[in-house]
């Protein structure tokens, strides 16, 4: 059976492989060249990581500020921009404005502003975010909040074709960048707060044709995985999932308005024809409202780019109870797991894990707290793969109407969709992260069909000092990790959540910015902070650099929203308890205010 | 209807003789106790706060974030203003129309009511519980 497997698999790549080194070399190409930033993470891999080796830890501190650009849009910045030759491709949240931007003569090219209804913005979550454009063969692509999916010509902004990837009515909404793998656009759904059945799509860059889509949960076919040859973690190996393995992860028809959305970072790997992503918490947080796995909510996924045919899954935390949505990207990186050179795929999910898997098969291999305050679970069974959740943080045992206190982390995790960095320099991942508690209080929810269905209140508070440099009452830490142990290397607490994505460079540097609108350089090494500057607003944004007529350039979105950076619009006078993501974040009052910009740095003369 | 909350109100006041009670009248369509324990109706009212996540925009306290305060808001609004606002919402402001939420527009005036206490000052907490039967 594996040997007629693997025979399948052979032809399949012979094939295959012709079309493949035709398909889309063009990006390919264009994220080889460093000059370029021609994807959301600089590259398929999701590492962030720029060879570009002009601002080393020796200069960092010359950067100043090169040139700023407004994007006369208030709320939450995510993402970053897209270099792509002499051409900048910049992006805003709701309404999702896109701006060509030419390089030489910092003017505006061509501008483009989708006509969307104005009923969207209720139903997106978690402030009007969107993590920024898709570029390949000539063209840009935009994924908007009302799901529409639009190809722009790159030259003239005119738009080449236009998809509907949902239905805004039902609460299914898009705040996530599009993906390009090979001839493919990969887009998601969000919606878990709405009951929102996810999946992935796959259009085809030319045409926008739909090419597959496979759904996290229900039937077999729909979620395009085949029982026998779909493998899963069991009993310390992998095995085939069997039949219904979601559909009896449930009671009922649930599953239907089960959840499990997709709206994080996806990566690529080319040697394996795969792509991977993760699926986000079931519907609804009141766990007593769904028994079971709800399989495959929170897991981890490789499918085949052309196919979209499951390869492997792996579901991180079953039957959910603290909305540890699990969408967090997936690094692809060829390091040392336990001693051993591996092709792993490492994730910070939201529950406070950080796994190491081999992402050729999906085996489980490293599963440790990023984060020394996790409790909701003392360890992760390496055999079952299950977490061991501890009885006293469980708000299923604890039933509804029943406050749990004390759960770490909270629900927007320890690490939410802000995405790390991996440095093939240092060989390890630079991570952006949350250190913040809750209680949960889950309640019956009865759904109605666009509204939101969410059925628990919560109240997030900074967590216990996690190192005697930190401070109690502090709230995030940037740190480096080895993905191959599952440990710690070094910590940098900081006073709020880091909710910026990293970027590390070959330049020794890992880049990342706060919530009170430092953008900061650190030793890649060390973690000791060489530069920082504070931008016009706090940043949520992903560091980003680019080579422009021989000068590197460092850039970053400004503009505080998301979840973390919502409250920041309340102008709350008092303290109360249940303050939710607010409480916390309250004193961000005290240094920044609401506004997008674009900042890039330069060190001048270089 | 009011009647009735206030004759409950009132059996409930002799029983309970030092208790603060703030009564239902024309003005004030709740009951409140001590500034926690509240009538059926107006614990609906807080239920289908709840269920609708109206916390996600307007605060967990009712305070405001991304949408205004409704402590502050329904010291304006008349009740008419306060049903048409949730009926139809105001989109380009990013308040959506409930009209097609039977939950919620079954009992808006238990919303009404819960949110009114909370304006007025007299349900001191979020959260409230039922007067004792």
Avoid at chain 1, 592 to 605: D, Q, R, Y
Wanted: proline share 5%; glycine share 10%; charged share 20%.
């Amino acid at each position: 059976m594996n040997l007629n497997r693997i025979t399948m698999l052979l032809v399949g790549a012979a094939l295959v492989a012709p079309v493949a080194s035709q398909a889309n070399d063009d990006l390919a190409a264009k994220i080889k060249d460093s000059k370029n930033w021609a994807a959301q993470a600089g590259d398929f891999a999701n590492h962030r990581y720029s060879s570009l080796n002009q601002v080393t830890t020796a200069n960092v501190n010359q950067l100043q500020v090169a040139w700023t650009f407004s994007t006369g849009v208030l709320r939450g910045h995510e993402g970053s921009p897209l270099v792509i030759g002499d051409m900048m491709y910049i992006h805003s949240p709701f309404p999702n404005k896109v701006w060509a931007y030419d390089l030489n003569t910092l003017q505006i090219v061509w501008k483009y502003e989708p006509k969307q209804d104005p009923a969207v913005v209720p139903q997106m979550c978690c402030d009007t975010v969107n993590r920024g454009l898709a570029y390949a063969e000539g063209k840009v692509f935009l994924q908007q909040a009302d799901t529409n999916l639009v190809a722009l010509d790159a030259k003239s902004g005119k738009v080449v074709w236009s998809v509907k990837n949902g239905d805004p009515k039902l609460g299914a909404v898009n705040s996530s960048a599009p993906h390009v793998f090979k001839n493919k656009v990969f887009t998601g759904i969000s919606g878990g707060e709405w009951g929102v059945r996810g999946f992935m799509a796959a259009y085809d860059i030319n045409t926008g044709k739909q090419a597959w889509k496979g759904y996290s949960v229900g039937p077999d076919e729909e979620m395009l995985m085949d029982p026998e040859k779909t493998m899963t973690w069991t009993d310390g190996k992998m095995a085939p999932v069997g039949k219904d393995s979601s559909l009896k992860t449930w009671k009922g028809d649930q599953w239907k308005i089960g959840g499990g959305t997709t709206w994080g970072w996806y990566s690529y790997d080319p040697s394996l024809n795969a792509m991977f992503y993760g699926t986000g918490n079931p519907s609804t947080w009141n766990p007593a409202q769904r028994p079971g796995d709800n399989k495959w909510s929170m897991s981890i996924w490789s499918r085949d780019v052309d196919t979209g045919k499951v390869n492997w899954v792996y579901q991180m935390t079953p039957y959910d109870e603290w909305d540890f949505d699990g969408i967090n990207e997936m690094i692809l990186a060829d390091i040392p797991v336990h001693g051993k050179e591996t092709k792993a795929l490492s994730h910070f999910d939201r529950n406070g894990f950080g796994y190491t898997l081999d992402r050729t098969t999906g085996a489980l291999l490293v599963a440790e707290k990023y984060d020394p305050a996790v409790n909701w679970a003392t360890h992760v069974d390496m055999k079952t793969g299950r977490p061991q959740v501890v009885a006293k943080y469980s708000t299923a045992k604890n039933g509804p109407d029943v406050n749990s206190k004390g759960i770490c982390p909270a629900a927007l995790g320890s690490k939410d969709e802000q995405p790390a960095s991996f440095s093939p320099d240092t060989k390890l991942f630079y991570v952006p992260t949350n250190h913040v508690c809750m209680d949960y209080e889950p309640f019956k929810v009865e759904y109605t069909a666009g509204s939101p269905y969410v059925g628990a209140t919560l109240s997030m508070f900074p967590a216990p000092s996690a190192s005697k440099d930190q401070k109690d009452g502090t709230m995030g830490n940037f740190i480096a990790w080895d993905g191959g142990t599952g440990k710690i290397v070094w910590s940098k607490p900081e006073k709020f959540s880091v909710w910026s994505g990293a970027l590390t460079t070959k330049g020794g540097l890992a880049f990342y910015g706060t919530l009170e609108g430092y953008i900061k350089a650190v030793d890649a090494k060390t973690g000791k902070e060489l530069w920082k500057f504070k931008t016009p607003s706090g940043i949520i944004g992903n560091v980003f650099t680019y080579e422009h007529k021989g000068k590197q350039f460092v850039g970053v979105y400004s503009g505080i929203g998301g979840w973390a950076g919502i409250g920041m619009a309340a102008g709350l006078e008092k303290d109360t308890d249940g303050l939710g993501a607010v409480g916390g974040y309250k004193e961000l009052n005290k240094f920044t205010e609401l506004g997008g910009s674009l900042t890039v740095f330069a060190i001048p003369g270089k | 209807m009011f009647r009735t909350t206030i004759i409950s109100a009132a059996l409930i006041t002799s029983a309970l003789v030092g208790a603060q009670v703030v009564q239902a009248d024309d003005a004030k369509p709740y009951t409140v106790v001590d500034g926690v324990k509240v009538d059926a109706k107006t614990m609906e009212g807080f239920r289908v706060w709840r269920e609708a996540n109206c916390a996600a925009c307007h605060g967990p306290n009712q305070e405001g974030l991304v949408g205004p305060s409704l402590i502050k808001s329904l010291q304006v609004l008349s009740k008419d203003e306060f049903v048409t606002t949730i009926t139809a919402g105001r989109l380009e402001r990013g308040m959506p129309a409930w009209n097609a939420n039977k939950r919620v527009m079954d009992n808006i005036d238990s919303l009404y009511a819960y949110l009114k206490g909370r304006s007025d000052g007299a349900i001191t907490r979020t959260k409230p519980e039922m007067i004792a039967q």
